[in-house]
Nanobody
Framework: QVQLEEIGGGLVQAGGSLRLSCVAS????????VAWFRQAPGKGREFVAA????????MYVASVKGRYTISRENAKNAVYLQMNTLKPEDTAVYSC????????????????WGQGTQVTVSS
């Protein structure tokens, strides 16, 4: 098993930046693809970005492409989400998730989840 913890949420003005970290403990982190999801108030969970085990491949939801960057440092058991040019509609609880078998946009493919961190973007 792997345990995940998100670090780095907070309040930022529109146009600003934040970096989220997903830190893992337990099994070797490089065995897992990792994704970020978010859930805004009153809305369902939305895929944001994902990265393969090696970090060679990434994918994003269209609404964040060009503004967000997902990356990882397996030696530090960490995956990052750099969020730039933030908009009020990016406000949500952001969660990271890990899968030993899939690299996908589907939350059902991910077995391990962090508790989430709040990101609030003011206008």
């Amino acid at each position: 098993q792997v345990q995940l913890e998100e670090i780095g949420g907070g309040l930022v003005q529109a146009g600003g930046s934040l970096r989220l970290s997903c830190v893992a403990s337990g099994r070797t982190f490089s065995d897992y693809a990792v994704a970020w999801f978010r859930q805004a108030p009153g809305k369902g969970r939305e895929f944001v970005a994902a990265i393969t085990r090696s970090g060679e491949m990434t994918m994003y939801v269209a609404s964040v492409k060009g503004r967000y960057t997902i990356s990882r440092e397996n030696a530090k058991n960490a995956v990052y989400l750099q969020m730039n040019t933030l908009k009020p509609e990016d406000t949500a609880v952001y969660s990271c998730a890990a899968s030993a078998h899939y690299y996908s946009r589907d939350a059902r493919d991910y077995d391990y989840w962090g508790q989430g961190t709040q990101v609030t973007v003011s206008s």
